[in-house]
T-cell receptor, first 117, second 113 residues
C-alpha cells in the first residue's frame, strides 16, 4: 500500500531535549516536505527536499533541521525544542512530473502531535 | 505575497443537504489548485487537482470548480453524509522553484443527522 509513515504519532517532551520525528515513504517520490499545522493557520512548510542530499528552507524553518540521505526517508530534527514548537506536524511526498513539474498529487502522513513543556 | 483565503470558516449542515465552500487565491504564477479533505487528527487526503485549463472536476459527491480569471474556486458537496464531517482545505501550487503549496486555513464542515 502506498503510504507516508510518520513516527511517533504523539510525543510530549521537555524544553531543550533533542528529538527526531521520522518520515518514510514507499512510493519512490523525489519530493518530500515537512509542514506544521496550528489552530487558525493553514499548513506552513518547514523544509522541503527535491531529491537525495538536496534540502531547502520553507516558510518557517527556524528551530528545525532536516536531512535526506536516502530517497525514502526525511527526518525532522528539533535540536532544542521550545514550547512554541508545540504543533501538529505532517510529512508529505510527491513525485516530480514531466519536466520536473510538481503538478502531482501530494500524499500526507498521519501526523505527529508534538507537545513541548 | 501568495495567499489562499477560504470561506466560511465553519458550517453546519443537515445530512442529505448540499453545501458549497469557497476559495480565493492570489498565488502567482498559478500551476494548479487542489482540494483536500482532512479528518480530525489525520493527514489531508486529496479530493481533486485542477490545472489552469480545467474549470470543473468531480470526485463522487464532491465537485470542484475553478475560475482562473477571477482566481476563485468552489467545492460543492452533494447529498451530504455524516462521514463528510471534516475540514476541507484549498491548496494552490505556484509555478516556481520548489512548486510550493500555499494552503488555505480550511473550512470545518459538520454534518448533523
Amino acid at each position: 500500500e502506498a503510504q507516508v509513515t510518520q513516527n511517533p504519532r504523539y510525543l510530549i517532551t521537555v524544553t531543550g531535549k533533542k528529538l527526531t520525528v521520522t518520515c518514510s515513504q514507499n512510493m519512490n517520490h523525489e519530493y518530500m516536505s515537512w509542514y506544521r499545522q496550528d489552530p487558525g493557520l493553514g499548513l506552513r512548510q518547514i523544509y522541503y527536499s527535491m531529491n537525495v542530499e538536496v534540502t531547502d528552507k520553507g516558510d518557517v524553518p527556524e528551530g528545525y533541521k532536516v536531512s535526506r540521505k536516502e530517497k525514502r526517508n526525511f527526518p525532522l530534527i528539533l535540536e532544542s525544542p521550545s514550547p512554541n514548537q508545540t504543533s501538529l506536524y505532517f510529512c508529505a511526498s510527491r513525485t516530480l512530473g514531466q519536466g520536473a513539474r510538481l503538478d502531482t498529487e501530494a500524499f500526507f502522513g498521519q501526523g505527529t502531535r508534538l507537545t513541548v513543556v | 505575497k501568495n495567499q489562499v483565503e477560504q470561506s466560511p470558516q465553519s458550517l453546519i449542515i443537515l445530512e442529505g443537504k448540499n453545501c458549497t465552500l469557497q476559495c480565493n487565491y492570489t498565488v502567482s504564477p498559478f500551476s494548479n489548485l487542489r482540494w483536500y479533505k482532512q479528518d480530525t487528527g489525520r493527514g489531508p487526503v486529496s479530493l481533486t487537482i485542477m490545472t489552469f485549463s480545467e474549470n470543473t472536476k468531480s470526485n463522487g459527491r464532491y465537485t470542484a470548480t475553478l475560475d482562473a480569471d477571477t482566481k476563485q474556486s468552489s467545492l460543492h458537496i452533494t447529498a451530504s453524509q455524516l462521514s463528510d464531517s471534516a475540514s476541507y482545505i484549498c491548496v494552490v501550487s505556484a509555478e516556481a522553484a520548489g512548486n510550493k503549496l500555499t494552503f488555505g486555513g480550511g473550512t470545518r464542515v459538520l454534518v448533523k443527522p
